[in-house]
Every structure is written in C-alpha cells, then in structure tokens.
C-alpha cells in the first residue's frame, strides 16, 4: 500500500506567503480558507452542532463558481472544505477540481460514507488531501457518530484512497471520557495503513450541539492530552499537529487564539467572528481581521472561548508566534510542521 506523503511545495509556499505578509506589515492574514459549501450531513454526531445550528439552511448548496471566488477573496493558500458532509454536495467534484486547477492545497473533511464513489470524479493530486473523520476504533466511532457500520466503511474507504495514490490524513476529536487507550490503538492502526498523518484536537462547546456534557473544560483538555500524548506511548505514531501545539495541548505553553488565520465562508457568508462562533454572518472577509473585532474575542475576553483550544484557533497561533521565536521556527521546519497548521476545524 502506498504511503500518503506531504508534499514540499506546501511547506515552501506557505512560508513564502506568511513572509510576504509580514513584510507588508499586515499582522492578521489568513492561512487557511476554511469552506462549507452546504450543512447538509448525512449523519448526526453527538458532538455537532452545525446541522441544529444551520437548520433553516439545510437545503442550500453553495455554487461552483461562489465557492472558488469566497476562497479567492480570502487569499489563503490552504483551503479546508467543510460542512456538514462536503461529498454530498453535487457538485463537489467541481469544487475540488477546480481548486486543484488553480493549485491551492485542499484538504477535504469527511465521514469516508461517500468518499469512493467522489473519489471516481477527482483524480489524486498533491494539491489534494482528503481528511476522514474518525473518533476512536470501531465501537467507540460508531458510538460518537450514532450509527452501527461507520467505522468500517470510513476505514475502507481510507485503503481505497490510499491504494488509489490519493494524500490521505485523519482528524479526532476528543471528548471528555475519552478511551486514550482506543484513541492509541486508532492512531495505530491508521499509521500501519499508511496515512499521511492523524490530526487531534478538543471538541469545541457548540452551543447547538446535543449533548455538550461531551465537551471537556481547558483544564479536561490539559489532564486528557497529557496521557494521550504521552511520549512513551505515541512514539512511531504519525501525528499530523506541529509538535508545539501539541505541547500547548499538554499544557506546557500557552497562546492567544488566532482565529481571524481560519476565515470561514458558508452558506450564509462568512461566520464573525470564527469557526466556531457566528454571532452574525458577513459578506465582505476583510472584516474579520479587524483589531477592535479581536479585542472581544479570546481566552479572558469572550467566556464563550474559556475552554477553546481548537487547532483552528490555537495551531495557527504556534506559527505566528513562530515568527519572531528562531528557535520555535526551526523547530517547526524540521518537523516539516509549517504547512500543518490549522487546515481543519473539528
């Protein structure tokens, strides 16, 4: 089976881009479009909130050409498609397609339901990454997805991709009670099969989620991470996150969230303030980069972020504050880490 592979250019372009941006002076700038053409999904997660929140909304399907231009206006060079169930969509394979054309780097997040028959209309490209949701082994998954049978088509899914020469990562989400031993065992068994990486990160507290007693505290996260993380036992693992968000999940650094780096660009426009928060939806993306926006949200400005550290908001900040630490970014480009960050949100 074939290895899915980061591919250099990546590392490269993005390094570029931040540097570019520096010099011009500009502090809050994108790194990653973060695009939900439709909310519709195909199944209903205990931990999600996006479908309760979206619901007037469900039916919508974002256009080919308003969801390349939304990613255009952003500037990134990394665009994360979301949803919802992104494979859903009609026209997906446009979508991709044509952002691949242009040569941004997409990473595609889904459930793996409807991956294969997609995967017939997108031919592999290093520009592309598909991203299968996966929260544990076969029971546990099943368990936080509500659904018998998931895990096992997610997974074959994943050796179709790889078999076919797609780039192939994981995202888990932790959640309060988690099996770390499973969660092992998961990280395991998808670095046996060969995928480019296995992202983690906290569940954010959706409001709109069904059972937000799933959702852990800052100090959950820290003590969860902590054993999940352990050196010893996630050693030959391939951990996608750059390693100094992994010490911030383990409590031994802190950031501020950088959130504005994750613009996100749905159905109704683009959610202000991030990712996980749209407390109004906007047109216009410049907006979100605002200095007076960012002075009301954040870890002790907004409660609603107390417990936040997402690697939408918190991954980005290891590489902005990267920028004026030598060392930090020495140790982020020999992980190969600077291309990493940030590109999903849950």
């Not at 002076?25 to 939900?36: C, D, I, K």
């Not at 969860?224 to 390693?243: Q, R, T």
Request: glycine share 6%; hydrophobic share 35%; charged share 25%.
């Amino acid at each position: 089976m074939k290895r899915a592979t980061r591919p250099m250019e990546l590392s490269v372009r993005l390094a570029w881009y931040m540097l570019k941006n520096r010099l011009t002076g500009r502090r809050r700038f994108p790194l990653v479009t973060m695009l939900e053409p439709l909310e519709m999904c195909n199944l209903a997660c205990i931990g999600c909130g996006r479908i309760h929140e979206y619901r007037s909304v469900m039916d919508k399907m974002m256009p080919v050409e308003e969801a390349v231009n939304a990613v255009k206006s952003s500037g990134a060079p990394i665009v994360s498609i979301a949803g919802g169930e992104p494979t859903i969509h009609p026209k997906i394979d446009e979508i991709i397609n044509e952002l691949v054309r242009r040569r941004y780097f997409v990473y595609c997040c889904t459930n793996g339901l409807l991956l294969e028959r997609v995967m017939k209309k997108v031919p592999p490209s290093k520009y592309l990454s598909w991203v299968v949701h996966m929260d544990g082994m076969e029971d546990k998954h099943d368990e936080f997805v509500a659904r018998k049978g998931v895990f096992r088509r997610a997974r074959q899914a994943i050796e179709a991709a790889l078999d076919g020469g797609y780039r192939v990562c994981t995202n888990t989400t932790i959640f309060r009670g988690c099996d770390v031993e499973d969660i092992h065992a998961l990280f395991k068994d998808m670095t046996e099969m060969g995928v480019e990486g296995c992202m983690v990160s906290p569940g954010y507290d959706y409001e709109h989620a069904p059972d937000r007693d799933l959702f852990l505290t800052r100090k959950e996260s820290r003590a969860a991470f902590k054993e999940i993380l352990d050196e010893s036992k996630v050693e030959g693992l391939k951990l996608y996150n750059n390693p100094l968000y992994l010490n911030f999940l383990r409590g031994e650094r802190e950031y501020q969230c950088t959130a504005y780096s994750n613009p996100t660009y749905t159905v109704m426009g683009w959610r202000k303030p991030c990712y996980p928060l749209a407390d109004e939806h906007v047109q216009d993306v410049k907006q979100l980069f605002d200095k007076d926006l960012w002075e009301k949200y954040g870890v002790g400005k907004d409660p609603r972020c107390a417990g936040c550290m997402m690697h939408c908001g918190f991954e980005s900040a290891t590489i902005f504050n990267a920028i004026s630490s030598p060392k930090d970014w020495v140790t982020l480009i020999k992980s190969g880490a600077v291309s990493k960050s940030g590109i999903t949100a849950a």
